[in-house]
């Protein structure tokens, strides 16, 4: 009987998947009750989800193991923010309103406080949105929040990618051929 050439390629996934689950757990459990990241536990992710697929492939190592190994991390690392995205992405957003300064123009105004054509009409606060779909757009925003970090906040994002460096590159080291 002849084995399948994609058996070890499947189980690798597995092993990395099981590994990527629990260090985007341990991830989001530092971040949330530490409120900071840790440089060495990214590192230490990298390691361990490619020490996985590593062990997963049977220790034959390549490049479909290193790819495999460094998107598990990437989306490890990632996904470790999803609940940060869903609880921002569930709170209703709140009814913008006018500065003190420009609603007590209005009250002096001859014509009347509700006379201005520019003024906004007041609007109820929108609906949060539901767990489903909180967490369907949630994800992809996880995955892509390097990138947003890019626009805001240039240290930050020079730090947050040198550590996402690092974790990818552990991961890819460890399924060298």
Not at 2 to 12: E, F, I, N, Y
Not at 44 to 54: D, T, W
Request: hydrophobic letters at 55%; one cysteine or more.
């Amino acid at each position: 009987m002849q084995k399948s050439r994609w058996r070890p390629v499947v189980r690798a996934s597995f092993f990395g998947l099981v590994a990527a689950t629990a260090c985007s757990m341990a991830w989001f459990g530092v971040a949330a009750f530490s409120s900071f990241e840790l440089f060495l536990l990214a590192i230490a992710v990298g390691m361990v989800i490619g020490l996985a697929v590593r062990a997963g492939s049977g220790n034959v190592g390549g490049r479909v193991y290193q790819c495999l190994a460094m998107a598990l991390t990437y989306v490890a690392i990632m996904g470790a923010y999803v609940p940060v995205v869903v609880d921002g992405l569930q709170q209703p957003n709140p009814v913008p309103r006018k500065a003190d300064a420009a609603a007590s123009e209005e009250a002096r105004s001859p014509v009347g406080p509700h006379c201005h054509l520019d003024q906004t009409m007041s609007e109820p606060a929108e609906e949060a949105l539901s767990t489903t779909e909180a967490v369907m757009l949630a994800i992809p925003l996880a995955l892509a929040s390097p990138f947003f970090l890019a626009f805001s906040d240039v240290n930050n994002f020079l730090i947050a990618f040198l550590v996402l460096g690092l974790a990818l590159r552990e991961a890819w080291k460890a399924n060298s051929p």
